[in-house]
């Protein structure tokens, strides 16, 4: 998985109740992603940072922050858990940068699967 | 809009037969598109990527895929397929953000059963 970890694994918690996931990686890129994937919609883009302290909302990010102090962090937080957010949360990294980067390939980690009760 | 269609649910094949995963695009500008396969419980792991040059790229385990750029599609395909393919499958396509960043947009996914 391309030196890529994300913890927890598997997480159930309770509708309202904050939740942090978090991402980590050795491969010093600069590029992170979170996406979550649901059965019929594939992989949707929550958050994504271009560097230490940099980043931008995706298409459902809603619900969701983000914080990367270091290079190799990348956290995601549901600030108030809901149902709507049970699914399996992916990071990734590489690619997405500007003309030098655009032929880089993503690469993904592991998954948090995650239930809101 | 910028989008990527998988038109099949599911594939079904029998081992040994050729398979095809379908894959066709919307995306202004250059389009950089990309496989992926995700095995149960495990991430997405990259099978091949097109970027510019021969319309057919070779990829990994076996896996090839052929670009046609009339006809918007990167369709996945494989001469001879094995249990062991049986997984969900998706297609993804690189788009601008806004600052000049790029994203990954993928398809809803085709799991593809090849049976023994």
């Known amino acids: 998985d391309a030196g890529i970890t994300q913890s927890p694994r598997h997480k159930v918690t309770e509708t309202g109740t904050p939740v942090t996931l978090r991402c980590h990686q050795t491969?010093?890129?600069?590029?992170m992603y979170w996406y979550r994937q649901d059965p019929g919609h594939g992989l949707r883009l929550i958050h994504y940072s271009y560097g230490v302290k940099d980043t931008d909302k995706g298409e459902v990010s809603d619900g969701y922050s983000v914080s990367r102090s270091k290079t190799e962090d990348f956290l995601l937080t549901l600030e108030s858990a809901t149902s709507s957010q049970t699914s399996v949360y992916f990071c990734?990294?590489?690619?997405?940068?500007?003309?030098?980067?655009?032929?880089?390939?993503?690469?993904f980690g592991p998954g948090t699967r995650l239930l809101v009760l | 809009a910028q989008s990527v269609a998988q038109p099949e649910d599911q594939v079904n094949v029998a081992e040994g037969n050729p398979l095809t995963v379908k894959c066709t695009y919307s995306v202004s500008g250059n389009p950089y598109l990309f496989w992926y396969v995700q095995y149960p419980n495990r991430g997405l792991q990259f099978l091949l990527k097109y970027i510019t040059g021969d319309n057919l790229v070779k990829g990994s385990y076996g896996f090839e895929a052929e670009f046609n750029k009339s006809q918007t599609s990167f369709h996945l395909k494989k001469p001879s397929a094995l249990v062991s393919d049986s997984a969900l499958y998706f297609c993804?396509?690189?788009?601008?953000?806004?600052?000049?960043?790029?994203?990954?947009?993928f398809g809803a996914g085709t799991r593809l059963a090849v049976h023994p």
């Open positions: 990734a990294i590489g690619g997405g940068g500007r003309a030098s980067s655009i032929q880089e390939t993503q690469y």
């Open positions: 993804a396509v690189r788009a601008s953000v806004s600052g000049g960043y790029n994203k990954l947009i």
């Open positions: 491969e010093n890129h600069r590029y």
